[in-house]
C-alpha cells in the first residue's frame, strides 16, 4: 500500500509541476495579451514619454488609427506581422478618440484578431476625433502637420527625433531600412 501513495504522490508532484510550467511559458512565454485579456489603457505624450524612456529600445513606432477607417485593419496587421519579432523597436497602437469608447476599441480588437498593444488618447484630449489627433500628433511630433490622416505612422528614435512620418499605406522597406 505504501508503494502505491508514493506512486500517487509523484505522479500529482509530476503533474503540478507540468501544470506550472505550462502557466510560467502562458505568462511570459507568449508576445502578446490573449483577446481574452485585451486591456486598453490611456495615453497622453507624457506617458508615451515615459514610455519611450523606461524602454530599451532604439526605435518607437507610433501607429494611429480609428475602427472606422477602412485601410487601417489591413496596416495594423502588416506592420504587427512585419516588425514584431523586431528586437530594437517597440510598436504603440493607439486610438485617437475618447476613452469612454474603450469597450468599442477592444470589441474591434477581437473582432479583427489584433493582440497587440493599443492605447487610446486619455480625457486630456477635448474635442472630435480630429481636434484630439492632432493635438497629440503635435505634442510628440515636431513639423509633422502633413500627418492629418488615418492610418498614420509616426517613428521616433530614443532622442524623440522623428525619423519617419507617413499617413496612408506605410512603405515597410523603408523603416526597415532605417531601424537597421
Known amino acids: 500500500m505504501k508503494i502505491t501513495i508514493k506512486f500517487f504522490y ?8 507540468v501544470f506550472q510550467l505550462i502557466y510560467v511559458y502562458d505568462c511570459f512565454g507568449q508576445k502578446s495579451q490573449t483577446r481574452e485579456e485585451l486591456d486598453v489603457g490611456p495615453i497622453d505624450n507624457e506617458i508615451l514619454f515615459d514610455l519611450i524612456n523606461k524602454s530599451n529600445k532604439d526605435f518607437h513606432l507610433i501607429l494611429i488609427y480609428t475602427d472606422w477607417c477602412e485601410p487601417c485593419t489591413p496596416e495594423l496587421h502588416r506592420i504587427d506581422s512585419a516588425f514584431s519579432s523586431i528586437s530594437n523597436m517597440e510598436i504603440y497602437y493607439i486610438y485617437p478618440d475618447k476613452i469612454s469608447y474603450k469597450e468599442l476599441v477592444v470589441k474591434y480588437l477581437r473582432k479583427n484578431e489584433i493582440d497587440s498593444r493599443t492605447f ?20 510628440i511630433c515636431e513639423n509633422c502637420d ?15 527625433e522623428v525619423v519617419y512620418k507617413h499617413t496612408g499605406k506605410n512603405d515597410l522597406s523603408e523603416i526597415i531600412e532605417i531601424i537597421r
Open 146 to 160: 502633413e500627418i492629418l490622416g488615418f492610418p498614420s505612422v509616426v517613428l521616433l528614435n530614443k532622442e524623440y
Open 10 to 17: 509523484v505522479i500529482v508532484i509530476s503533474l503540478l509541476s
Open 120 to 139: 487610446i488618447l486619455s480625457d486630456k484630449y477635448k474635442g472630435n476625433v480630429k481636434k484630439r489627433f492632432v493635438r497629440f500628433r503635435d505634442e
